[in-house]
């Protein structure tokens, strides 16, 4: 496909490819809700290339559109079939945070970081939140060790990976209903060990922010279709009501 074509025609790949953009700039805070609403609409009402452009055009993924007029660089041949990503998120290395401390306080890894091949956490009078969705990992198999007395940690991975619960509770708990999932081919393994007294150790399963950004657009544009056949029935049932009258008045005249 040409750079210089921005009337042809876009296909329906076309528009879920710069909905994925659009998607993914809301969950990194580039747009409100408001804006990715309106640019999602007119992502999928566009017809040609020339009319996705300007969509993305001010997103740092603006590598799906061209700089010349406009249409979105999509391929006309078949990609391979990536793998499940999970390949680029384990990097080695030392983790850019290997411990963390809360004493009647609180402390967060979150977002983009990279995870150690052994965290260590402690909590006391507080709590900790070790969100793994979107992070890398420094081996294939982690180890989050995390120690509470009277107080609590979150440890949050995203779908695909394994995880392993060995912590032990003593008036207190680790939450196991996690352990034993089955991971997804070349996903990391995060083992979950530590002590919990008077306090607790909770792992669970979440979508990363732009999952949940997709799935949440999905039933928006389930409930925008359902919406739209209720009001093609009731417009359809107004129709016939119309021509049956219609009809009985001809018929009494």
């Known amino acids: 496909m040409t750079d210089e074509a921005p009337d042809l025609r876009a296909s329906d790949a076309d528009r879920e490819r710069v909905a994925e953009v659009l998607r993914d700039a809301l969950a990194e805070g580039r747009l409100d809700m408001q804006e990715f609403d309106e640019r999602l609409e007119a992502a999928y009402k566009a017809r040609t290339y020339g009319e996705l452009a300007p969509l993305t055009r001010d997103l740092p993924a603006g590598q799906a559109v061209t700089a010349a007029g406009a249409a979105p660089a999509v391929s006309l041949r078949k990609d391979p079939v990536p793998d499940s990503g999970w390949r680029g998120r384990i990097v080695g290395g030392e983790g850019s945070s290997s411990w963390a401390v809360a004493i009647m306080s609180g402390f967060q890894r979150k977002g983009t970081w990279t995870v ?6 402690f909590a006391f009078w507080g709590g900790g939140e070790i969100d793994l969705r979107e992070a890398d990992f420094a081996d294939g198999e982690v180890e989050i060790n995390c120690v509470a007395i009277m107080g609590g940690m ?3 991975v995203p779908p695909g990976v394994e995880v392993v619960v060995r ?3 003593i008036m207190g708990g680790f939450d196991h209903r996690e352990d034993g999932v089955a991971g997804e081919p070349g996903a990391p393994r995060v083992i979950v060990t530590g002590f919990a007294f008077w306090g607790g150790v909770g792992v669970e399963r979440k979508p990363a922010k732009a999952e949940q950004a997709r799935l949440k657009e999905q039933r928006r ?3 925008l279709e359902r919406r739209a056949q209720r009001s093609e029935l009731h417009a359809s049932r107004r129709d016939e009501r119309r021509e049956d009258r219609e009809r009985r008045r001809q018929g009494q005249a």
Request: charged share 25%; glycine share 14%.
């Open 116 to 121: 150690p091949k052994r965290f260590n956490c």
């Open 221 to 223: 544009q389930e409930r």
């Open 167 to 169: 912590g032990i509770g």
């Open 154 to 156: 979150q440890v949050i």
